[in-house]
């Protein structure tokens, strides 16, 4: 039968020589393999100490915005939670008090913010569908917790540290992204 | 007045054979300690891992943590299990693993405040004999282990360990016939002794060695022989129902069992104490006596941590045999292979002494 490729190799099924039958030499050539991986470059790295630099396009832990002046970008408008195809997001919108604007951006907030993380699958959607710039995907991931109660973010745990009082957390907050895109 | 001279003399021979066996004891028991740990890391770095680095500077109390953990681990026995026999399995293996030290000559011997100390347990004049019949104890503690379970996988573990250390211990008495042919004497001590006059064994012997070694490695149930064990087809095998300290024992003896073993093999073919290319007669006279025997202990010592690194190196690069294969290799392989050796030798020495 003619092959579809010329790729396909022909097996050949010669009966082993002596010396093949021996093993020996086969034994002793593997040896010398394993004997030199002994002194090769190490493929893992002590993690808690180092750490692997994440890809510019990683997707991890969710971050709630705020603006130059420390307001909250989220107008629970609910977009994120429609997009989201784990359904990891629910939210409460609340509407804005005089006195409350210093706090929230536009006239809307959300009053409840929670992301489920057992359930969300860091796809990245949510952060697509934000017209706000409310939501985005930081360069952490999720810490293992003992509860599955733990894994359900709260608004206080998602929202990114205020700029104006807190401007130290909050550029650590932002991530190594912005560095990354800037030094570009 | 002579009785009591006597008794004098035999209490402080007694004393210094009981600090020796301590010592022996003690030393076997951290050169196994550590062997588990050099096995990991040794095992990590041939697949361009890091291995246990951890617990003290580069992971170096990691074989005393594993060690705490067994002891705090819940000890279960089987209630369908012979208990009896159930705790004797681990307790004979280790036993029958520390016992081949008795004649293994550590040393020449030192001067201390004038009396001369031997290095070695007990120089039986069958001192060979004496390790073929302790080693062959040794599978009474898988056999027991195996069968007191009353555990399907551990009783088929255990069978194939019988089965398996007596078919090697055959190929393993013949190819040391040979040897012992050439040095005409079954003294452990003697045949360093000759080794240190004539040259090792192993320019004599190399397929003897060879066969051995293979053999060695049959008997310690290390790969590519370990079979009993298996962890992926036996669910771990004979130790499969023990827990605790209990199991501790038994993975433990292995490696006590790989430190004798590789004592014996570097006593019988590679000169045991003595030091490669050097005079140790006149070394003695500019160093003294008791440094050189010293020394010699290190070259012993020395040869021991090559085979034990051997033993770590072959088990992380071949795969298992399968039993057949196993079986094959030991009878219709090693068995002819040995007795052709041991023709050969024989022959030899007859032309010779013509």
């Known amino acids: ?184 | 007045m002579i009785t009591m001279d006597l008794l004098a003399i035999d209490l402080a021979y007694g004393l210094e054979k009981l600090l020796l066996i301590g010592g022996i004891i003690t030393v076997s028991l951290i050169v196994a300690m550590y062997t588990t740990y050099a096995e990991r890391k040794v095992a990590a770095w041939m697949q361009d891992r890091r291995g246990p680095n951890r617990a003290g500077p580069f992971g170096l109390l990691q074989p005393v943590a594993d060690g705490l953990k067994l002891f705090f681990k819940e000890e279960i026995i089987p209630l369908t299990s012979n208990k009896t026999l159930f705790v004797l399995g681990p307790a004979l293996a280790m036993v029958t693993a520390m016992l081949t030290s008795a004649v293994i000559p550590w040393g020449s011997s030192i001067n201390i405040f004038g009396r001369d100390v031997s290095l070695q347990i007990a120089d039986v004049n069958i001192g060979i004999l004496y390790v073929f019949g302790v080693v062959s104890m040794g599978v009474y503690g898988i056999m027991i282990g195996g069968w007191s379970s009353n555990n399907k996988f551990s009783l088929i573990a255990a069978v194939r360990g019988a089965s398996q250390i007596i078919s090697y211990e055959l190929a393993m008495g013949l190819s040391l016939i040979a040897l012992l042919m050439m040095t005409g004497s079954l003294s452990l001590k003697t045949i360093v002794q000759q080794q240190m006059e004539g040259g090792w064994n192993i320019i004599y012997q190399p397929l003897g060695f060879l066969i051995f070694l293979i053999c060695v490695f049959a008997e310690c149930n290390r790969t590519p022989f370990d079979l009993p064990e298996a962890e992926n087809e036996l669910n771990f095998g004979y130790h499969q129902e023990y827990s605790s300290m209990k199991l501790g024992l038994y993975l433990f003896s292995e490696y006590v069992n790989m430190f004798i073993s590789s004592a014996v093999v570097s006593t019988l073919f590679f000169g045991g104490y003595d030091i490669p290319f050097v005079d140790e007669a006149a070394l003695s006279l500019s160093l003294g006596a008791n440094t050189v025997a010293l020394l010699g202990f290190g070259a012993l010592f020395a040869k021991i941590l090559f085979f034990l690194f051997l033993f770590i190196w072959v088990r992380w690069t071949i795969p298992r045999f399968r039993y057949d294969q196993l079986m094959d290799l030991g009878w219709k392989k090693l068995i002819p292979l040995a007795l052709a050796n041991m023709l050969i030798t024989a022959l030899v020495i007859l032309w010779l002494n013509k």
């Open chain 1, 1 to 184: 039968m003619a092959s579809l490729t010329n790729r396909a190799k022909v097996l050949e099924q010669k009966p082993m020589s002596f010396m093949e039958r021996l093993y020996l030499p086969a034994i002793f050539k593997g040896m010398a393999i394993t004997f030199k991986h002994m002194f090769k470059k190490k493929a893992t790295i002590n993690y808690p100490e180092e750490k692997r630099p994440f890809s510019p396009v990683f997707r991890g832990l969710h971050v709630l915005n705020r603006d130059e002046e420390g307001r909250e970008n989220c107008t629970a408008c609910g977009l994120c939670a429609v997009a989201c195809p784990a359904e990891a997001i629910t939210m409460e919108g609340a509407e804005r008090k005089t006195s409350e604007e210093h706090l929230y951006r536009e006239e809307k907030y959300a009053a409840k913010y929670e992301i489920n993380m057992l359930r969300c699958i860091f796809c990245g959607l949510c952060e697509e569908a934000c017209p706000k710039d409310a939501i985005y995907m930081s360069e952490t991931f999720a810490p293992s917790n003992f509860t599955r109660k733990g894994f359900i973010y709260s608004k206080e745990e998602l929202l990114i540290p205020n700029p104006v009082t807190d401007k130290e957390k909050y550029d650590i907050a932002k991530g190594m992204r912005e560095a990354q895109l800037k030094n570009k």
